[in-house]
C-alpha cells in the first residue's frame, strides 16, 4: 500500500477535494506533513551516502564536489534573484523523473525477488513506458504560458501537444502492459504479480491520469501544487519504507542488534529540519534576504542534489545494493566499520559526533531538540502568518520573520479589508523591495496605488515593470488604461497593440483597443477587435460568463462600422443579432439601443418606413427602463426623426419635452442638447405649445403611434 504506491487514488482524490473545499487547512497540513515525511526523506539519503567512511569515498564526486558546486549555486541565487525561477523550474520539471525513475527501480527490484528476471526487450518496454509518462506530464507542465513567477514554461501551444500527449499515453499502456503481461505468463501465482501492477497502476495514477483529466476537462492544477505537493508526500512516505528496510538489513548483516526504526526515523526527522529551516532563517535575517526566495532556493538546491546522490547510492548492479534489497538471505558484502580508517581530516569530528562516547550521545540529542524546537517554531509561524483573517496572527508571524515578501502580501490585503490605504501601500512597497522580481507583488501594489489615486506613482511603477517584462500583458492592459487616464492615448493604443500581439486571447484588451480606435475614427480597424471578441466568447463561453452586456456593445459597433462602411446588409444582421440576444439575456437598454442605430441607418438611407418600426419599438422598450438618461436620448432621436420626416411638429416637441422631463435630475451636456431643440421646437409652434404642455401624455401616445404607412414617400 504504502511502498508500491497502492493508496495513491484514495489520497489523490482526498488532497483534491481537500484543497478544493479547504484550501488553507490542507496548506497546513501539507507543511506539517513536509516536517514528518518530506524533509525525513531527504536525510535519509545524506544519512546513506555520510554516515560512515567507506559511503562517503565511495561517492565523493556526488558528497563533495557536487555539493560544494551546489552550495556556490545557492550563494550566486542569492546574489543574483533572476536566477531562482531557472534553479526552481529545474527541480519542478526534475521531480517527477526523480519519482519515476523509484517506480521503476521498485519495480523492476520486486520482479528479481520474485524470481521473474526480467529480459532486457521486457525491461526496455518498461523503461520506455515509464519515459513516456513523464513526456507526457512534462507536456502538460511546458504548455501555455506559465501562471506562477518561479516557473518558466516553453508554452507550446495546446493544440501541438495534445497528439504528442495522446501518443504518450498509448506507449504507456501498449509497451507496459506488454511486458506485464509476458511478467504474468510466467508468474507463479498472482501474489508475484501484485507488487509490479501496483507500482505501474501508481505511475499510471501519477502521471498519465492527472494528465488525462486536464485534458478532457476544465480541470487544472498547478504545477508545483501537484509535483511538490501530494506526489511529494506519497513518493516520500514511499522512500522511507524502503530506506528503512534497507538500513535495518545492513544493520543486522553488520552485526548491530540495537538497530531501531525510531532512533533511525528520529535522526531523519531532525537531520531534515537541520537541511531546510535553518538555511534561510539565517540568511533572511542576518542578510535582510527574501525569506520566501530563499527557502524556494535551498528547497530547489537539497532537492538537486537528493535527486543526483540518489540516483547513485540506489543501483541494483551495485552488489551490496542487490545483496539487501533482492535477496533473501541476510549475508552482504561488509562494509568497512567506521572507524577503521583514522585519520586527521575533517571525518574525525564527524566520526566522533557518530560514536558511543557520552558527549557526543548529549550533543547529538541537544541538537536533536533545538532542531525540532526550530521546526515547531517554523510550523508556527508558517500557521500564524496564513491565517488572513486575523491581523494580530499576521503581526506575530512578522515579528518573528519580518523579512518575508509573501507574509507582507497578507498583511496588505488584512489593511485593504480594513480600509487601511497607507498601510497596505507601505507592506506593499517593502514586499516589492524584497522580492523586485515578484511581479504579481508589483500589481498588487500598483493596484493598491491606483486605489489610493497615486496615479503618478503607478505610472512609474508599470513604466519599471514594462522594462523588465515588456510581455506582461496585465501590466500592458493596465498601463494602457493609465495612460488614456492621463492623455497619452498614442501610448494607451501602443499598449493594448502590444497586449493582443502577446496574447490574442485577452477579451479586455481587444475590447479597449476597438474602442480607441473607434475614437479616432478608425471603425474598421476597431471591428476587427470587436470580432476577436466575440470569437474569444465563443470558443470559450465558460471565461465570459457575465460578460452580455459587453457582447452586446461589440455586436453594435461591429454593426456601426459596417453601416459607416454601407455595408447595410452586414451592419443589419448585426443589429438584427444584437436585437435577438437582448431579448434573450433580457437586456432592455441594449435591446433599446440596437433598435435606435439600426431605426438610424435605415432613415440615413431612405428607409423611414422600417425606421418608425425600429423606434417605436425601442420607445416601447424604455418605458420600462431605470435608465432615464439612455430613455431621454431615444426620445429625442426620435423627436428629430419626425421632424425630419414633416410629421407634425406638436409631435417632435412632445418628444423633446417628455426628454427633458427625463434629464431635470441629470444635469450636462445632453441635458443642454435637449432643453435646445425643445426651446426651437417650442418657438416654431407659438401658442399650441402650450396645448402640447397640457396633454403631454395623450400627444406622445399619438407620437409613438403613427402608423408607418404615414412615412410613404410621396
Not at 75 to 94: D, E, K, Q, R, S
Not at 211 to 238: C, D, K, N, P, W
Not at 402 to 416: N, T, V
Request: positive net charge; proline residues 4%.
Amino acid at each position: 500500500m504504502i511502498g508500491c504506491g497502492g493508496w495513491s487514488a484514495p489520497l489523490l482524490l482526498v488532497a483534491f477535494v481537500a484543497t478544493q473545499s479547504h484550501a488553507q487547512q490542507w496548506s497546513m497540513a501539507f507543511y506539517f506533513l513536509a516536517l514528518v515525511f518530506n524533509y525525513p526523506h531527504f536525510m535519509a539519503t545524506v544519512y546513506r551516502a555520510y554516515h560512515t567512511r567507506e559511503q562517503f569515498e565511495k561517492y565523493r564526486i556526488f558528497t563533495v564536489h557536487i555539493a560544494l558546486l551546489l552550495a556556490l549555486a545557492g550563494v550566486l541565487t542569492h546574489a543574483v534573484p533572476v536566477l531562482l525561477p531557472w534553479l526552481f523550474t529545474l527541480y519542478i520539471c526534475w521531480s517527477p523523473w526523480h519519482y519515476s525513475g523509484q517506480n521503476f527501480g521498485l519495480l523492476m527490484m520486486f520482479a528479481r525477488r520474485s524470481g521473474l528476471a526480467p529480459e532486457p526487450r521486457e525491461r526496455r518496454a518498461l523503461y520506455a513506458a515509464f519515459i513516456a509518462s513523464y513526456v507526457m506530464l512534462m507536456l502538460n507542465f511546458h504548455t501555455g504560458a506559465s501562471s506562477d513567477d518561479m516557473i518558466l514554461s516553453l508554452n507550446i501551444p495546446a493544440r501541438w501537444a495534445l497528439w504528442p500527449k495522446v501518443a504518450c499515453g498509448v506507449i504507456f499502456l501498449v509497451s507496459g502492459g506488454w511486458a506485464l503481461a509476458r511478467f504474468a505468463r510466467r508468474a507463479k501465482g498472482w501474489r508475484t504479480m501484485v507488487a509490479p501492477a501496483t507500482l505501474f497502476a501508481s505511475q499510471f495514477m501519477w502521471f498519465v491520469v492527472f494528465v488525462g483529466l486536464e485534458m478532457g476537462s476544465r480541470l487544472q492544477v498547478q504545477q508545483t501544487r501537484y509535483s511538490s505537493g501530494i506526489l511529494a508526500v506519497l513518493h516520500s512516505t514511499q522512500y522511507l519504507w524502503i530506506t528503512s528496510y534497507y538500513q535495518r538489513r545492513e544493520a543486522r548483516s553488520a552485526g548491530q542488534s540495537t538497530w531501531r526504526f525510531s532512533g533511525y526515523f528520529a535522526t531523519l526527522v531532525a537531520g531534515g529540519i537541520a537541511l531546510f529551516i535553518p538555511g534561510p532563517w539565517i540568511v533572511s535575517r542576518l542578510l535582510h534576504v527574501d525569506f520566501a526566495a530563499s527557502f524556494l532556493t535551498f528547497t530547489s538546491l537539497v532537492n538537486i542534489h537528493h535527486f543526483i546522490l540518489d540516483g547513485a547510492v540506489w543501483k541494483l548492479r551495485d552488489s551490496r545494493v542487490a545483496a539487501l534489497l533482492i535477496d533473501t538471505g541476510e549475508k552482504a558484502p561488509a562494509a568497512a566499520p567506521a572507524s577503521a580508517s583514522p585519520g586527521r581530516s575533517m571525518l574525525d569530528a564527524a566520526r566522533w559526533l557518530a560514536g558511543e562516547a557520552r558527549g557526543a550521545h548529549a550533543v547529538r540529542v541537544a541538537a536533536a531538540l533545538l532542531l525540532c524546537a526550530w521546526g515547531l517554531m517554523d510550523q508556527a509561524r508558517y500557521y500564524w502568518g496564513s491565517v488572513e483573517s486575523k491581523p494580530a496572527s499576521l503581526e506575530r508571524a512578522a515579528k518573528l520573520n519580518p523579512y518575508d515578501s509573501l507574509l507582507l502580501a497578507r498583511i496588505a490585503r488584512a489593511d485593504q479589508r480594513a480600509g487601511d490605504s497607507p498601510d497596505a501601500i507601505s507592506a506593499l512597497i517593502r514586499a516589492v523591495q524584497l522580492s523586485p522580481r515578484n511581479r504579481s507583488l508589483r500589481h498588487s501594489l500598483a493596484h493598491a496605488l491606483l486605489s489610493a489615486g497615486r496615479y503618478a506613482e503607478a505610472d512609474r511603477l508599470y513604466r519599471d515593470l514594462l522594462a523588465g517584462f515588456p510581455n506582461d500583458v496585465d501590466a500592458l492592459i493596465n498601463d494602457g488604461l493609465l495612460a488614456q487616464r492621463m492623455g497619452r492615448g498614442e501610448e494607451a493604443v501602443d499598449d493594448w497593440r502590444r497586449a493582443v500581439e502577446v496574447d490574442p486571447s485577452q477579451g479586455n484588451a481587444q475590447l479597449y483597443l476597438g474602442d480607441a480606435l473607434a475614437a479616432r475614427g478608425e471603425d474598421q480597424a476597431a471591428a476587427r477587435h470587436y470580432r476577436a471578441y466575440l470569437q474569444l466568447v465563443a470558443d470559450h463561453p465558460e471565461k465570459h460568463a457575465g460578460e452580455s452586456r459587453l457582447q452586446l456593445a461589440a455586436l453594435i459597433k461591429i454593426a456601426d462600422a459596417d453601416a459607416r462602411a454601407r455595408h447595410d446588409a452586414d451592419a443589419a444582421m448585426g443589429y438584427d443579432a444584437a436585437i435577438t440576444l437582448g431579448d434573450k439575456d433580457h437586456d432592455t437598454m441594449m435591446e433599446s439601443l440596437a433598435l435606435i442605430h439600426h431605426a438610424e441607418m435605415d432613415d440615413s438611407r431612405g428607409r423611414p418606413q422600417a425606421a418608425a418600426g425600429l423606434f417605436q419599438r425601442a420607445l416601447a422598450l424604455d418605458a420600462g427602463l431605470s435608465d432615464a438618461k439612455a430613455a431621454a436620448a431615444d426620445w429625442a432621436e426620435y423627436g428629430q426623426f419626425l421632424r425630419r420626416r414633416g410629421q407634425p411638429e406638436r409631435f417632435s416637441f412632445a418628444c423633446f419635452l417628455h426628454a427633458e422631463e427625463l434629464l431635470h435630475n441629470t444635469p450636462g451636456g445632453e441635458q443642454e442638447t435637449v432643453v435646445k431643440l425643445r426651446a426651437a421646437s417650442e418657438a416654431q409652434l407659438g401658442r399650441e405649445a402650450a396645448t402640447v404642455r397640457k396633454s403631454l401624455e395623450a400627444v406622445l401616445k399619438e407620437a409613438a403611434g403613427v402608423p408607418p404607412s404615414a412615412f410613404a414617400r410621396p
